[in-house]
């Protein structure tokens, strides 16, 4: 079974090809995260949303005109090289035509796959049209849930969030005690590769790289060794040996929490589903602990009984929110 669809993009091939290649570009309008190797032979991961990754490997690459891999969803009982997915860019007036085949799909996948393409090729064409696409509704409430495929769903709120931040923003202060934007930056991402380093991988990230650039190339491979390991067992984190659940759930609280912490700090809006606000809740009671409070985290705060539940999650991690 094949799945054939062109759309019109007001951007050059070249651009074209860059926004569906580059993992920057990817993060914009089809994947939360994105790991490319991006020659003949080469593979890549893309975690198209909390939960969900598909890989496979790129068999022909024509930089600006044709690109073309394998694919396969990540845990699926087949093999990655079942179907095959061929992008094509033609330059027309004003623009270019992108064209997806999707090839030798298995009986009963056709339909899941073009609600899918559909969905990402109309994401596709709004980045394109008005500079941004939007968050994904897909991405919006991870279900099934587990720490890890939570902790996808929070990356991706981080890093828009991060995708925003100016140089102005910099020396903004926070809600995080002692922190300016840019040193809780540095706090972030430093968080996310200690426990990359808990996992076993040396991460190096480009200390003059955009901030969200900067995350997500501390957080995708990190969530992807994650995954890979599981949530069994427990990880030795220097300090002490943790629950691997609770190491993911530091994640989600580092992701979700400074997120907010962001956008007070420079009166962006965020936006989380309830139901993923109350989860990730829900982890930071399994986590922060009595003996926690004055070290790591403030004592809780007040808030209405009305509140919702993300103004609930930061008043638990001791923040002060406009319910109280």
């Not at 651009?15 to 569906?20: D, T, V």
């Not at 790129?58 to 694919?71: A, L, N, S």
């Not at 990540?74 to 330059?91: F, H, N, Q, R, Y």
Request: proline fraction near 5%; glycine fraction near 8%; charge should be negative.
């Amino acid at each position: 079974m094949t799945i054939d669809k062109s759309v019109f993009i007001p951007a050059t091939p070249d651009e074209a090809f860059a926004l569906i290649t580059q993992p920057e570009r990817l993060r914009r309008w089809q994947t939360v995260a994105a790991r490319v190797d991006l020659r003949v032979g080469g593979d890549y991961r893309w975690t198209i949303t909390p939960g969900h990754s598909a890989a496979g490997t790129f068999t022909e690459i024509d930089p600006g005109k044709r690109v073309v891999f394998t694919w396969g969803w990540e845990g699926a009982a087949a093999p990655a090289d079942l179907s095959t997915v061929t992008i094509t860019m033609d330059a027309v007036d004003g623009g270019t035509t992108v064209r997806l085949v999707h090839e030798g799909l298995g009986a009963g996948e056709e339909a899941g796959h073009t609600e899918g393409w559909n969905h990402f090729l109309d994401r596709l064409v709004a980045l394109a049209t008005t500079g941004d696409a939007g968050p994904d509704t897909w991405s919006a409430t991870p279900d099934p849930i587990n720490e890890l495929i939570s902790a996808e769903a929070t990356l991706a709120i981080a890093q828009r969030v991060l995708r925003t931040l100016t140089t102005a923003d910099m020396d903004q202060p926070t809600p995080c005690e002692d922190f300016t934007v840019s040193g809780l930056v540095e706090h972030l991402i430093g968080s996310v590769t200690r426990i990359a380093k808990a996992l076993g991988l040396a991460i190096a990230v480009d200390p003059a790289a955009a901030p969200e650039t900067r995350l997500a190339d501390a957080a995708q491979p990190t969530l992807e060794a994650f995954q890979a390991r599981g949530l069994e067992g427990t990880i030795d984190m220097g300090f002490a040996e943790l629950p691997a659940t609770i190491v993911a759930n530091i994640l989600n609280l580092e992701f979700l929490v400074h997120a907010w912490d962001f956008a007070t700090a420079t009166g962006r809006e965020l936006d989380v589903a309830p139901a993923l606000s109350g989860y990730v809740l829900d982890l930071a009671r399994n986590t922060i602990s009595p003996q926690m409070r004055g070290s790591s985290f403030a004592e809780e705060t007040l808030v209405d009984e009305s509140a919702a539940n993300m103004d609930r999650l930061v008043a638990f991690t001791g923040r002060q929110t406009t319910s109280a």
